[in-house]
């Protein structure tokens, strides 16, 4: 059992979590193992893809042929994305696969209905960051909710940069209120002096005050300690 | 390597709360920041133990497998058969600050939780800056609360303002007399309220010793309070209650507190810095400060009164003086 996932790609020294977590594989057949695998690469997941996606969810070859074809034919028909990109996003985040669905159904609901975004919008978001699908719905709404009223960023410029859902609110929060205190907060790519959400997000607060806001990491020290 | 850092890690800091994230959580984090810089300190070298192992001799005729005795480390100790080695961490937290107060809190690790209660014991005065909207009134005095009434506000001027302020500095006044239980009769006691010094030593509700106005431009207006044994609810329901008095209404926008005692925003750590390094070099920066203003605190007061320490230059409001078992001699 051991040889054969070693066989699959997974090193010693990471057959310790993977085991901790998915113990119960031992109890499996090797032989449905086997067609399990043979599954996946029939359905033209290279052999490195598997090992990945092996290692980031362990319960991944638990799961019966038929649960994950029906996961696979689900996302692909709730996404409408072709075959390539299905196979990505299930690569990217494996969980997708070993999780339960009706999360991903609620999140799928809340982007149509709660948010306003179209179905083509959607899509390229989640080939961005396939973690929306599985974030918690009130983070979302509440990330959306200040993005897009109180830093008044329309729809499309959220969907070129979707990292913002990622990153904690209080850090979007923080940053916007400096950049607003110093009366950069131009988020519309067509005006000048224009600053990006995805740098918003993602800079250290170095870069970030250096760069975007112009000013000194203390003065961003003394404007936090202001709010 | 790791208790060498967590004998360093004894004594009080403070960190700066921002808003809108509750106490518990602050405190939890902190912890774990701790536990994740203490864990990852370098383990020391695991203990050798003899043992005798079946093996080829090298040298000999025979191909036979002889026992020969050799150094191998133990494995006892190490993290992945134990655990790590640091797994909980006591942090205690001073006066407390509600979720949507920002501002200093104090935090005290180890051993250091006992100079936590003595600071409480020495009831120090807190700053506050306070931020209040005129116009509106909602029922739990915040910003975004439900709304239960609207009002005009032009006929407020700060004259207004600062004449209410001033009757409530008055009244706190009175009120700081007498909850500190001290007989006004005797000279010692006449010389410390002439200093200013008085403070009550006990439960008592809340107390302001100093209330003035920085900004005033309608409908914002903005207070610095200094006062002890607060909520900061209590400080909500006085912005309410300055409203009414100024027969209009307000909210409160932002209760910020600048200072606890003796630790001002300067001393806070921001959340960037809630890391063991950075605490360790906080505690013990403020060590020296903590233990002089504690020795003063429980010091018995002398008749002559020393020029007191760094106070604040208005209402010659003395935050960090030393008042002894005086006033309970007093009754």
Redesign the interface.
Known sequence: MLLFLKDLGIEDTQL?PFLTKNYAIFSEDLENLKTRVAYLQSKNFSKADIAQMVRNAPFLLSFSVERLDNRLGFFQKELKLSVKKTRDLVIRLPRLLTGSLEPVKENMKVFRLELGFQQNEIQHMITKIPKMLTANKRKLTETFDYVHNVMRVPHHVIVRFPQVFNTRL?KVK?RHLFLDYLGRAQYDPTEPNYISLDKLVSVP?GIFCEGMAKASIQDF?KF???? | MGSAGLARLQGLFSVYKPPGLKWKHLRDTVELQLLKGLNAGKPPAPKQRVRFLLGPVEGSEEKELTLTATRVPTLIDHPLVRGLAFTSLKVGVGHRLDSQASGVLVLGVGHGRRLLTDMYNAHLTKDYTVRGLLGKATDDFCEDGRLVEKTMYDHVTREKLDRILAVIQGSHQKALVTYSNLDLQTQEAYEMAVSGVIRPMNKSPMLITGIRCLQFAPPEFLLEVQCMHETQKQLRRLVHEIGLELKSTAVCAQVRRTRDGFFTLDDALLRTQWDLPNIQDAIQAAAPRVAAELEKSLRPWLGTQEPPGPGQPWDSKRPCSALGPESHVGH
């Open positions: 310790g209080f923080e607060d020290e936090l300690k202001t709010l």
